[in-house]
């Protein structure tokens, strides 16, 4: 399979437990974007990477999240101290990122999480 | 920032064509796009239009762009029960994150 894969595809987790997501990209794809959707919504940006560099952060990725792309291949995204707005599917997405249409942008089927 | 806009749900009989509409007020994207999305599942990228052309055709799809009214269009030709999904457009300067509407329903009867 060579699409964007996630790891879990559902986490149930307590109120101030901490949770850990990781994306694989597609192979060769520089670019790694995190979006987060809420039930009735389009995806929202979260932050991206180009390669392992975190180029961008939303106002949405409060202090409680922190993403990691270490070796420019998969990544993490860790939510400390859950809450129960964090409730949503988060998405992963990758891109060639080089020019045109390369940036187009191809998703995982998400991790949906629920804090109970 | 930017807005998207679409309308929440259309419904249509199989056969039929679809014309899914979207707004936007932010006139500087490059890249328009159109993604699918099925029960419990991830994006699928349909199609995209680069913003200097007014149509793109592709297959059963027909995307349309109005600048002026800042007004993009999915048309499906011939809508089969499994085009059943929401579809979202979303815009792109390419190099930095999507910018999604709220999607659309589409249900499509038999």
């Known amino acids: 399979d060579t699409g964007v894969s996630q790891d879990p595809r559902h986490k149930i987790t307590k109120r101030g437990q901490n949770v850990t997501f990781r994306c694989d990209p597609i192979s060769e794809h520089n670019r790694l974007y995190w979006y987060r959707q809420t039930l009735g919504q389009g995806p929202e940006f979260l932050t991206y990477?180009?390669?392992?560099?975190?180029?961008?952060k939303s106002r949405l990725l409060s202090d409680r999240f922190s993403a990691e792309r270490p070796k420019g291949s998969f990544s993490t995204l860790e939510i400390q101290r859950t809450e129960q707005g964090d409730s949503a599917m988060y998405l992963c997405a990758s891109s060639l990122g080089q020019q045109g249409p390369s940036y187009d942008q191809y998703f995982g089927p998400g991790t949906r999480l629920t804090v109970t | 920032g930017e807005d998207v806009e679409q309308s929440l749900f259309l419904s249509v009989r199989e056969g039929d064509s679809s014309v899914i509409n979207c707004t936007y007020t932010?006139?500087?994207?490059?890249?328009l796009y159109w993604y699918k999305q099925e029960p419990g599942a991830g994006l699928q990228l349909l199609t995209y239009i680069f913003s200097n052309m007014d149509m793109k055709q592709d297959q059963r799809l027909t995307v349309l762009l109005n600048k002026k009214d800042k007004h993009l269009s999915l048309r499906i030709a011939d809508t089969q029960t499994g085009d059943s999904a929401i579809y979202f457009c979303a815009l792109g300067p390419g190099r930095r994150a999507l910018t999604f509407g709220s999607g659309t329903r589409l249900q499509v009867q038999p």
């Open positions: 990477f180009q390669n392992e560099a975190q180029l961008e």
């Open positions: 932010d006139s500087s994207s490059t890249y």
